[in-house]
């Protein structure tokens, strides 16, 4: 069994790991969801009679719980989401909730990609991914995309 730690033999080269801007986009639309649905008994009246019927604590609570939800997975995502380049590998660590992830060899990258939404854009928050190897690594939340990964081609290419 292979050891999860990083080789601290290998000079580091970046890190990074999962911004806060990233998760605005999910906040948002989970918060404007829950709003909707807490005021929507003011201007629909087939939805306020369905909450009378099931009960409108219940109803109005699930947004809410919906946004618990995407918080806390959002936390979760800023504290344990790492990455690090080094000067022979691209090492991910997505936290104690997922399996390890091996790292990918620089020799081993073919292509190294930075993507993002409009909104992503707009907040300078994107994915990179890294092919090589026969696998993809998808680095999510990334601050400055396009940083990350023409740092990871300079390496893969030195």
């Not at 918060?31 to 009378?52: I, K, P, Q």
């Not at 979760?76 to 691209?90: F, H, I, N, S």
């Not at 992503?120 to 680095?139: F, I, K």
Request: aromatic share 8%.
């Amino acid at each position: 069994m292979s050891d999860a730690r990083p080789d601290p033999a290998q000079a580091d080269l970046a890190w990074s790991g999962y911004h806060p801007r990233a998760a605005v986009p999910v906040l948002v639309l989970a918060s404007a969801g829950a709003l909707f649905v807490s005021t929507g008994r003011h201007y629909l009246d087939d939805f306020s009679a369905l909450a009378a019927r099931v009960s409108a604590l219940a109803l109005f609570a699930l947004p809410w719980a919906a946004c618990a939800c995407a918080c806390a997975a959002y936390l979760y995502k800023c504290v344990t989401y790492t990455y690090r380049l080094t000067d022979r590998a691209v090492h991910a660590d997505f936290g104690p909730l997922f399996r390890p992830v091996p790292p990918l060899e620089l020799r081993d990258v073919s292509a190294v990609r930075a993507r993002a939404g409009p909104l992503g854009r707009l907040l300078g928050v994107g994915r990179v991914e890294v092919r090589g190897a026969g696998r993809v690594l998808r680095l999510p939340g990334v601050r400055d995309p396009e940083a990350l990964a023409n740092r990871i081609r300079a390496a893969a290419h030195s």
